[in-house]
């Protein structure tokens, strides 16, 4: 299996531009987890589906920030306007049904909102 | 506060020494508790993890212990290599939940 996929790895943007993340989870999990990292506040879940359902997202910051999956095999966080306090590296993890601790994590997005 | 507080916040070490990373926390009621190594540029991977009935888990040169009563645990690495070199993060998962509780890492430098 080749692991959790996020794309793009990279992205610069300028300040007021939609941003659009994506996600492929490991095929046959049905946990898929949204984090987001700084050096400052470290890792921080922003949402999590179960089976494609949102389950918790009280951890996205503001209305600028939504997510979706609209299948088992994709998911996508946007950020609509994007503002240079959203710079940081975005995480796509998911977990087999049932042991939703086991998290594989992505390789991250680096975001730099100029 | 549910929180995770990990120390050192960066150590550097010599190839070939032991070193020691500790985790307090004060997330209750506590389902299990895991170590990630995230080296530069890439996700966390996992380590171990532990549930508040183990007091000790290795994965080869890595051993994380637990004590529940206190609320701590640590990360002992033995025999280091180059390689170590990585932030290492204690997460802490709520019981009965998913809710992941994480510390802001470890980073540790090993050099020859």
């Known amino acids: 299996d080749a692991g959790v996929i996020q794309s793009p790895r990279h992205e610069v943007t300028e300040m007021g531009q939609e941003v659009t993340l994506r996600c492929k989870p490991i095929s046959g999990h049905d946990y898929l987890f949204w984090y987001r990292q700084t050096m400052m506040r470290g890792l921080e879940l922003l949402i999590y589906f179960n089976n494609n359902v949102p389950i918790d997202d009280s951890g996205m910051p503001e209305d600028r920030f939504s997510a979706k999956m609209p299948n088992a095999s994709f998911s996508t966080l946007k950020i609509q306007p994007s503002e240079p306090r959203d710079s940081a590296v975005y995480f796509c993890?998911?977990?087999?049904?049932?042991?939703?601790?086991?998290?594989?994590f992505g390789p991250g997005t680096r975001l730099t909102v100029t | 506060k549910n929180q995770v507080e990990q120390s050192p916040q960066s150590l550097i070490i010599l190839e070939g020494k032991n070193c020691t990373l500790q985790c307090n926390y004060t997330v209750s009621p506590f389902s299990n508790l895991r170590w990630y190594k995230q080296d530069t540029g890439r996700g966390p991977v996992s380590l171990t993890i532990?549930?508040?009935?183990?007091n000790t888990k290795s994965n080869g040169r890595y051993t994380a212990t637990l004590d529940a009563d206190t609320k701590q645990s640590s990360l002992h690495i033995t025999a280091s290599q180059l390689s170590d070199s990585a932030s290492y993060i204690c997460?802490?998962?709520?019981?009965?939940?998913?809710?992941?509780?994480f510390g802001k890492g470890t980073t540790l430098s090993v050099s020859s």
């Open positions: 997460v802490v998962q709520y019981q009965a939940g998913t809710a992941l509780i």
């Open positions: 993890a998911s977990s087999p049904s049932g042991r939703s601790y086991e998290q594989y």
């Open positions: 532990m549930t508040f009935s183990e």
